[in-house]
Structures are given as C-alpha cells and as structure tokens.
C-alpha cells in the first residue's frame, strides 16, 4: 500500500537523486506523474480543511444526539422507527458511495474510501442499536444471546455483500459472544427456537456461513475465528454424546477427530478452489491441537480420575441431529484423509501417504486405541501415560527435525519447547527432590540456549551458502 509518507520521502530523494546526476530530467518527471508529486501540496493545503470538516461533523453529531435524547419519549413508535431506520440506511448509503470512489493512485486508499470504509462500520454497529432498540419499543422479548446472534447475522451479510473481511470479523464475534452465551440452551434445553438450533449445531451453521466468507474475502482472519468457533462447538457435541452413550468409542473420536479434521483439510477438495490457501494453516493449528492434547494426556492423574467421570446430570439427553452432525464431520474427516491418500494422477503410485501425514495419522490412531481400550476394555493409567509420553517426544523430535530440514524457525522452537515442557512437567508430576530439580532446570536452561544459538549459526550458515 503507497502511503502519502513514502510518496513524500520519495519526492525527496528523487529530488537529491536528480541534484546528484543519478537520474536525469525524464526520469524525475516519469517518477513525479506515477507518484503524482504535485497533488501532495493540494494534499497538505486540504489537511486543515478536512480537520476543521471533521470537527464540525461530531459536534453536528452530537447535537444531534442531544436533540434526539431530549424527544425521544415524546415521540411515537412509528417516528422512533422511521428515525432509526433513516439513520441506518442514510450512514450505509453514505458509506458505500464513498467506499466505491475510484482511486487516481493504484495501490493507494484515499480519504474518501477510508471515509467510507469507517462509515460502513458504522453502519454495521448502529445495525446492533436498532435491534435493540426495536425490541424494546414493539415489546419483543428475548435472551441476550439471541441479540447477538441476529446482530452478526446482519452483519454477515454485509460482509457478503461488500466483501469486507473487517465486517466478518465483526460478524464472527458477535455470534462467537452470542453463541457462547447461550450454551445453557445446550445443557438444559427449553422451547425449541431457531436460535436454540444455531446454538445447538453451531459447528455446521459456522461451516456453513463462515468457510465461504473466509474464501469469499481471502482472509485468514476469518478463517481462524471461524476455524476456532467450528472445533469448541464440534467438542461439546462430542462429549455430550460420549456423556450420554458412556462408551470408549465415542471418547477416543471426541480426543482424535478434531486434528484428524484439521489436518486431512485440503482446500482444493472444495468445488471452485485452485490453490492450497488455508492447508499450511490448518495443518499448523493440528500440531498445535496435537501438542497440547499430549502434554495435558500426558498425566498419570489425566488417565486415572479426570477422563473417566460421567457428567450426566449437566447433559441427560441429545438429540438425534447431533449425532447426525457429528457422523457429517466423521465422514469429512475419512473423506480428507482418503483424498490425501490417493494416487496423484501424473504418478502411477498406488495410494499412500506421504511420511508426515502418516505420522500424524499413527499418532491419531494410536491416541484413539488407547482412549477406546482404557474406557471400553481395561483400565490402563500407567500404559496410557508411558505411550503417550513417547508420542509427545516424537512429536518433538519430528518438529526440531523439520525445523532443521526447512531451516523453519517456529517449527523448530515449537518442537524445543515442548521438549523442554515435558521433561520439566515430569519433574513436578512424581516425587523428586530439589537437588534433582535444580539439575532439571539448569540442563534444560543450557541445552535451550546452545540448541538456540546452534540453529541460529546452522541458519546463517545455509543462507550464506545460498
């Protein structure tokens, strides 16, 4: 993005470059008509004029305002309404009008398009009010969650309609809020609503109306708040039905499913996508799932009390559809998977998988015998711990190695650090003394350093080479 700062830095030296014989008289004046040199004086002498504008703008607004609050309870529903209304399609209006403004620099954002870009948001959040404010005069009753909801709704469709990735932002929040407001409707259900069913089968709604959004605005913004809202909700309906059901089957999908999901996600399995944009992303965010889901099982005390307890009193009952959208992600997740398997169409390898996908997929697998066995067969605390320690330090392992391969530096400290994590962890979970602590630390402390300063010179090295 060409700001007014560096055109005015490159006027600058441009100017001491032609003083200097750097570049001659045609070269300047290519420069000053690309960069267009002679409006940035226009430019500053506007500045003030914009500022005095602006200033008159909010105290206009606020006297406004003020006459507005003055008269409201003198006024009718009707005007209330007809003065809400005008409010909000007159603020949007606006805005679209200056947004849509073509630009004479490319590369470059005028004052008029940022005019309206904050007018749109504007608009989007006097949207809020209105609901608001509307329910309460025609006596519309209602949770909080269900503002929210409605509330992002509308804002979703703004986003759609502008392609504005900051508005479906916005509108993830707000059903993001709303959707963990109303989670009690989840756990002790009342009268069946369309916003208790958004609430209930948040995981395909969000699947739905935000992945497209996320294409839609090429923001990976979006995609991750959408990604985060999808995993919390496909959770909760995990373990409501390993709540109601009590078997192992149910607890190792509720523990495996979600990092399978993230990491089978292929963007170009979707119709009309071309390339790979979220891929790396979801797969990042499957190692991290993978890494925490192994410290926390990585716990003697984990295995013994806290995966076994039985949480009926808070959910007695599901519905068949949560099933129903649970199997829908169960059979995205194994179609993923076959997807990454099959053969390319250039090779006439037979299906496989390529040796990272088929670590974590042995990582998944073994996770899940391991749940299944424990909750369904036989209880094994000290066998579940020991294993799923050895995952954690091949997962370690597999990322420093990675992260020395790629020369990749988040890669590398992730994998360093969980290391480092659970050697510490082991420490404090059994009964050591301090000397052997002490020890612990001090050699974790020197082998973080030199691992570190190690990489770093190995880096230099591999760019020098290059």
Request: charged share 15%.
């Amino acid at each position: 993005m060409i700001t007014e700062k560096f055109r005015r830095q490159l006027r600058t030296e441009a100017k001491l470059w032609q003083t200097e014989g750097l570049i001659d008289d045609y070269l300047y004046q290519q420069l000053s008509e690309r960069y267009q040199f002679d409006a940035l004086e226009k430019t500053a002498s506007s500045r003030f004029i914009t500022i005095l504008i602006s200033l008159g703008g909010i105290l206009l607004g606020l006297g406004i305002i003020t006459f507005v609050s003055a008269n409201w309870q003198q006024w009718s529903r009707e005007v209330k309404a007809l003065l809400l209304l005008t409010l909000f399609i007159g603020v949007n209006t606006s805005g679209f009008y200056f947004w849509r403004q073509q630009n004479t620099l490319s590369n470059t954002t005028n004052k008029k398009q940022k005019l309206g870009y904050g007018l749109l948001i504007f608009g989007a959040l006097i949207l809020g009010a209105n609901i608001a404010l509307m329910a309460q005069m025609f006596h519309i009753g209602g949770s909080p969650y269900g503002l929210y909801i409605v509330w992002g709704l509308g804002v979703l469709v703004m986003a759609y309609s502008l392609q504005l990735a900051s508005l479906g932002v916005m509108a993830i929040l707000l059903i993001g809020l709303g959707y963990l407001m109303g989670l009690s409707a989840v756990f002790y259900p009342g009268e069946f609503s369309w916003l208790q069913f958004i609430i209930e089968y948040m995981s395909l709604v969000a699947v739905l109306l935000f992945i497209p959004l996320a294409y839609w605005c090429n923001s990976r913004i979006i995609f991750f708040l959408a990604t985060l809202i999808i995993l919390l909700a496909l959770e909760i309906s995990l373990f409501r039905i390993f709540d109601f059901l009590n078997h192992g089957l149910w607890g190792a999908i509720a523990l495996t499913l979600p990092p399978a999901l993230l990491w089978g996600y292929d963007d170009i399995i979707l119709p009309k996508v071309n390339s790979r944009i979220f891929q790396a992303f979801t797969r990042n965010l499957a190692i991290w799932y993978l890494s925490i889901g192994f410290f926390f099982l990585s716990f003697r005390a984990i295995w013994q009390d806290f995966i076994l307890v039985n949480y009926s009193e808070i959910s007695s009952e599901i519905h068949w559809l949560t099933l129903v959208e649970v199997l829908v992600f169960v059979g995205l997740t194994i179609w993923e998977w076959l997807c990454l398997a099959r053969p390319n169409k250039r090779d006439a390898q037979s299906w496989r998988l390529d040796l990272v996908s088929g670590v974590i997929l042995s990582f998944i697998v073994g996770t899940a015998i391991l749940c299944f066995w424990h909750l369904s067969i036989n209880e094994i605390p000290e066998i579940a711990t020991f294993i799923i320690n050895i995952e954690m330090f091949l997962l370690a392992a597999g990322l420093i190695r990675i992260g020395l391969a790629r020369g990749i530096r988040g890669t590398f400290w992730g994998g360093l650090v969980l290391l480092t994590l659970q050697i510490v962890s082991r420490t404090f979970e059994y009964n050591t003394g301090l000397l052997l602590k002490s020890f612990v630390f001090i050699l974790c402390g020197v082998g973080v350093i030199a691992a570190g300063l190690w990489y770093e010179r190995h880096l230099s090295l591999e760019e020098v080479r290059k």
